[in-house]
């Protein structure tokens, strides 16, 4: 992504496909402005996709205070 944002700074990226809940906040880190999670975000029962959206709006969220604070 930074190799694309590089001569096109204009982008507005948003990986979709293969993105782990774990690995979101290195994509924000890495320029995207939102990330596309399915399956590994939604399956299971409706408390334990509550537990995980949780835990990526908190992880994504903290990312982009971060990036804003280093900008």
Known sequence: ???LLAPFPQLALVPT???PLELAPDYIRA???AVGIGSELTSGDP???EGRVRQLR???A???AERTARA
């Open 1 to 3: 992504m930074r190799h």
């Open 17 to 19: 496909g293969g993105v």
């Open 31 to 33: 320029g995207a402005v």
């Open 47 to 49: 408390r334990s996709i």
């Open 58 to 60: 908190t992880a994504v």
């Open 62 to 64: 903290r990312e982009k």
